[in-house]
């Protein structure tokens, strides 16, 4: 079974938006797809046949553009995203999205254990968006999320880079769709411990884990390469910085949905012949 892994990664998931564009018109399609974080609407997108939305979502036309700044964050513009987009100036294709035999996944940090939970579900709109918010919902900037009685945040926090739990779902080879270059380290919530201690010391496994996420995606990296060695993984990821996570500029957010989609041109006959 071929799988597919999409990273999260707030605006930097236009590099994933302009991939996953040039593979629909390609008809390369996968038996699972997980998505992580931001990497999670991309995930959904794909699977309704509506990749080119997700583009739409990072980049919207200018006299809707709210921009998920650090500011507009706070005035809920990731709710809007979550909840009113799928409705309204972008809808999303719930009835091909559960009708698709493709296994989707999305992955949340369960608060109270700091382990992954990877959810899915086939029928009802209003869960499917709250775990999406949950995936998506960043330590600080947004609340936890309630999901089933339990409570819910960022993906990428317990597992950013999902390759093992794939393979034991049954995938055999995962293109992997990451965010950043490989000159790029990711997120070091330890910066920040002593904000994320207070913020969370009701929850000390969340702590822990925000506070040790740079390793343990490290070592994720570190031990995915045999992977790729043995021809099971084959990571697509930009070759230099873009946009960052955060990014507000959409000329730059344009040029790079379009550099992202040729450079997948450039990739399409290695991602065909691994698929193979």
Request: charged share 25%; hydrophobic share 40%; aromatic share 12%.
């Amino acid at each position: 079974m071929n799988g597919l892994i999409i990273e999260g990664g707030g605006r930097r998931g236009i590099f994933a938006a302009g991939v996953l564009e040039l593979l629909a018109e390609h008809g390369i399609g996968f038996e699972y797809v997980i998505g992580i974080s931001s990497g999670a609407q991309a995930a959904l997108n794909f699977v309704a046949g509506q990749s080119e939305r997700t583009k739409q979502i990072i980049i919207p036309p200018k006299d809707g553009w709210t921009g998920l700044g650090l500011k507009k964050m706070f005035a809920g513009d990731l709710k809007k995203m979550v909840y009113e987009y799928p409705y309204g100036r972008f809808p999303f294709n719930f009835r091909e999205f559960f009708a698709s035999p493709v296994t989707t996944e999305i992955v949340a940090t369960d608060c109270a254990t700091g382990e992954a939970e990877y959810f899915s579900e086939h029928s009802d709109e209003n869960r499917l968006l709250d775990i999406l918010l949950a995936s998506c919902s960043l330590p600080v900037l947004y609340p936890k999320v309630n999901i089933d009685g339990r409570e819910y945040m960022d993906g990428s926090i317990a597992d950013a880079l999902p390759y093992e739990h794939a393979f034991a779902m049954g995938c055999d080879r995962l293109v992997i769709l990451m965010s950043k270059p490989p000159t790029e380290q990711a997120t070091d919530y330890s910066r920040y411990r002593r904000t994320m201690q207070m913020r969370y010391k009701n929850y000390p496994k969340f702590t822990e884990r925000l506070l040790d996420r740079l390793e343990r995606y490290n070592a994720q990296l570190a031990a995915m390469q045999k992977y790729v060695d043995e021809g099971r993984i084959l990571p697509i990821r930009p070759p230099k910085t873009m946009v960052g996570t955060f990014e507000m500029n959409r000329e730059k957010l344009e040029n790079a949905f379009r550099f992202s989609y040729m450079y997948a041109q450039d990739k399409l006959k290695q991602i065909e012949n691994f698929l193979k």
